[in-house]
């Protein structure tokens, strides 16, 4: 779990690998604390609905990172504190890539 702020608003992400649970801790965790939960995978979707096609391959890594920063930016809008469920590694077209962009814009 990683806990930040930003500006005034606390992101608390919960990360692993694919299927190991993620999701489900957060719900119960997120209806225990009283805040929202989101998937980054969700909030990328809201910006962008061709960024994650039918798969879970990302297409441009940069290109979906900055979509996930923009939602998490109008949740900000709407909640001081949130939940938030993701991957420290995403599926290309090459295989999986690490990818520490988000970590350092939140």
Same mark, same amino acid.
């Given at each position: ?12 992400? $919960?990360?692993? !690998?694919?299927?190991?649970? =993620?999701? &489900?801790?957060? =719900?119960?965790?997120? %209806?225990?604390?009283?805040?929202? *939960? @989101? %998937?980054? %995978?969700?909030? !990328?979707?809201? /910006? ?9 391959? $990302? =297409?441009? +890594?940069?290109?979906? /990172?900055? #979509?996930? !920063? /923009?939602?998490? *930016?109008? $949740?900000?809008? =709407?909640?001081? @504190? ?6 420290? &590694?995403? +599926? ?7 990818? /520490?962009? #988000?970590? %350092?814009?939140?």
């Amino acid at each position: 779990l990683l806990g930040t702020t930003w500006g005034n608003m606390g992101i608390f992400f $919960v990360c692993g !690998i694919h299927c190991v649970g =993620k999701t &489900t801790i957060c =719900k119960e965790a997120a %209806s225990g604390m009283g805040v929202p *939960r @989101y %998937s980054a %995978s969700e909030l !990328i979707h809201t /910006q962008d609905a061709l960024a994650l096609g039918p798969t879970k391959l $990302v =297409k441009n +890594l940069d290109h979906n /990172q900055n #979509m996930l !920063i /923009q939602a998490a *930016r109008t $949740v900000e809008d =709407k909640h001081n @504190y949130f939940l938030l469920d993701g991957h420290t &590694t995403l +599926l290309t077209e090459a295989g999986v890539e690490k990818y /520490q962009y #988000m970590y %350092s814009n939140f």
